[in-house]
């Protein structure tokens, strides 16, 4: 789980697939159960995390609602992150 010692200095050079994949250990969670409560597949989940598949509104908000990661935030990595796929 990042803190404020391991903090990404700037945020636009991560995803939130990055994000999501390093909150999973902490709380435990795979990607079998986050497709469950997202209300889509594993597969989805799989496409999420390795980047293939974009995040959409509804999702980035169930995400918020269920680990308390910002949507707002989420949203905004994947944005950047679809700008410059390099990073």
Known sequence: ?????????????????DILRKTMPYYQISSDKIAQQLGISTQQVLELLSHKRCLTTEMARRIESRSGLSADLLLKLDADYQRNPSN
């Not at 789980?1 to 697939?17: C, K, S």
């Open 1 to 17: 789980m990042p803190n404020r010692f391991n903090l990404v200095r700037y945020y636009h050079e991560t995803a939130r697939a």
